[in-house]
C-alpha cells in the first residue's frame, strides 16, 4: 500500500511541488494579478509585479506570469525562490529554454521583448544585495532554502 500522493495522470508527485489544489489556487491567483497588472496596479503584499511572458520549453504554448521584479539601472532582476520551494518553477525553465521568446509587461503597459540573462559572480552577488535590501523577506526564504535562488536579469532588446 501506498501513502505517496499521486498526480492527475496517476504518477507519483515529486516531493517538495505542489498538489492540485495548490496548482489551482495559483492559477487563479495567477490570473488576478495578471488583470491587476493590465490594469495599471504596480504592487502585490508591497513588492512591484510584472508579467513574464514566455514560451513553454515542451508545449510551446506562449505562458504568462506574473512575478515580483526589481528595478536595476534600467533593467529588471528576477527572484527564481519559487516560493521559497525546493526547485525552480517552470518559468525559469520556459525562460531558459527559449530566450529569445522572452518579453515584460509592466503595469497599464504592451508587452517589451527583452534579453534575459542568468546572473553570477559579482553581478549575481550586487543584485542580490540589492534584493535582500528591498525585500527582506526574500532573504529569509534564502536563507531556510536548500538552493541558492538564481537571480535573471531582463534587459529591453
Known amino acids: 500500500m501506498s501513502t505517496g500522493r499521486r498526480t492527475t495522470d496517476g504518477t507519483a508527485r515529486v516531493p517538495g511541488t505542489p498538489g ?13 494579478l ?14 512591484d509585479v510584472l508579467v513574464l511572458h ?31 520551494g525546493s526547485r525552480n518553477p517552470d518559468w525559469h525553465a520556459n525562460l531558459t529554454a527559449h530566450p529569445d ?21 559579482a553581478g549575481r552577488e550586487r ?12 532573504a529569509r526564504y534564502q536563507a531556510k532554502a536548500d538552493r541558492q535562488y538564481p537571480l535573471v536579469r531582463l534587459a529591453p532588446r
Open 20 to 32: 492540485r489544489f495548490s496548482r489551482w489556487m495559483q492559477r487563479r491567483s495567477n490570473e488576478r
Open 54 to 84: 514566455t514560451v513553454g520549453r515542451r508545449s510551446g504554448v506562449p505562458r504568462e506570469t506574473p512575478l515580483m521584479w526589481l528595478p536595476d539601472d534600467g533593467d529588471a532582476v528576477l527572484v527564481v525562490a519559487s516560493g521559497g
Open 127 to 138: 543584485a542580490w544585495q540589492r534584493v535582500a535590501t528591498a525585500q527582506p523577506r526574500i
Open 101 to 121: 521568446d522572452v518579453a515584460v509587461e509592466l503595469p497599464g503597459r504592451a508587452p517589451v521583448p527583452v534579453t534575459a540573462r542568468v546572473l553570477d559572480g
Open 34 to 47: 495578471v488583470r491587476k497588472v493590465r490594469g495599471g496596479k504596480a504592487t502585490f503584499l508591497g513588492m
